[in-house]
């Protein structure tokens, strides 16, 4: 099935926030979504962005049950390390049920990890439930390094050849 | 000492920049060995679009009239939580040795508290790692909640309510 990844306009927002909350509900978490599709806008789309947002849609004919074609997103930003300066942060990374088991997650994933290269990121780093098998199965397939159970943190990261590898779409070691 | 501290914000309030960008970079080589080209970690400070910020706390010297020495630091950036907006981050968080248990950490949480508050962030995030108990106990007494043994993440942060109370001096 043919999807297109394209970054997030203004107009996209309230299929954004829709997103955003069918992740809070699988997060067993949905009465803590404050966000509206104005913040998201305003914060979005300032002269100096608070997060940056990729979409993936599909065409038409292939969209929901519910008639939506906005069936993924990844949202991100950029940190700071004072051991290895800039740092991509996924924050969000989703894809609606019924159009997973498609390598649209690994698209968008692979997506901002090239973003991460060509800003100079050295790292990528992410949160994860520590009961979501899924997410860590697939983030550890990718070379994720679980910092928690190393070092006493719970956030994953992604470095030099693991991140670069992920940028080219291929499979980390 | 600890009362003659004061607070240089970010750079573009900072009338001698040379002087604060040095000093930035003394304090990031100091804290860890760090791998960041001092070139990248001007350019990612105060460049166009500024990947961090730093708040410094210095001291005047001793007997040296208009001179003074950095003392502490904190770098934070802005973050982003898609179910309740901005936040602020604490990256680092750090004074010199000699200079604890003045108050300075206390002073320098106090502005970054109302930096965020003034920037409209919802809350402070930080990182602390579990075993170092010492750290969570001063931040856990400023009202700062461990969101990893509640919902299984490691994260802490600092909600309005505290963030308000820490900005006041309480």
């Known amino acids: 099935m043919e999807c297109v990844l394209r970054p997030c306009r203004a107009e996209d927002c309230a299929e954004v926030v829709r997103m955003i909350k069918e992740l809070a509900e699988f997060e067993k978490l949905p009465d803590q979504v404050e966000i509206s599709d104005q913040v998201l806008r305003e914060d979005g789309f300032a002269n100096n962005p608070f997060y940056r947002c990729l979409v993936a849609e599909v065409p038409p004919e292939h969209r929901s049950r519910d008639g939506h074609t906005v069936v993924g997103y990844g949202l991100y930003f950029f940190t700071y390390s004072t051991w290895k300066g800039r740092n991509i942060y996924m924050e969000d990374l989703y894809v609606m049920p019924e159009f997973r088991g498609k390598g649209i997650g690994k698209k968008l994933m692979s997506k901002i990890a090239e973003i991460g290269v060509e800003n100079r990121c050295s790292q990528m780093k992410f949160v994860v439930l520590d ?43 | 000492r600890g009362d003659s501290s004061s607070f240089i914000p970010q750079c573009d309030f900072c009338p001698d920049r040379l002087g604060l960008i040095h000093s930035i970079t003394f304090f990031f080589t100091l804290a860890i060995n760090s791998q960041v080209l001092i070139l990248d970690l001007l350019e990612d400070g105060f460049g166009e679009h500024p990947f961090y910020h730093c708040l410094i706390a210095e001291v005047p010297k001793e007997g040296q009239i208009g001179s003074s020495c950095i003392v502490g630091y904190a770098m934070y950036y802005f973050t982003y939580d898609p179910w309740i907006g901005k936040l602020l981050y604490l990256e680092d968080f750090y004074v010199m040795e000699p200079y604890r248990g003045l108050g300075i950490g206390s002073e320098i949480l106090k502005r970054l508290s109302q930096i965020a508050i003034k920037t409209n962030c919802s809350c402070m995030h930080f990182l602390v790692v579990i075993w170092n108990k010492p750290s969570i106990e001063y931040y856990v007494r400023r009202g700062a909640l461990d969101l990893s043994t509640e919902e299984g993440w490691h994260l802490f942060r600092i909600d309005k309510e505290n963030l308000l109370r820490m900005a006041s001096g309480e």
Do not use: C, M, P, S
Not at chain 1, 153 to 170: M, N, P, T, V, Y
């Open chain 1, 131 to 173: 009961w979501n098998r899924a997410a860590i199965d697939f983030y550890q397939g990718h070379g994720a390094v679980d910092l928690t159970a190393a070092e006493g943190w719970h956030f994953f990261h992604l470095e030099g050849d693991a991140l670069k590898q992920l940028a080219r779409g291929q499979l980390g070691q």
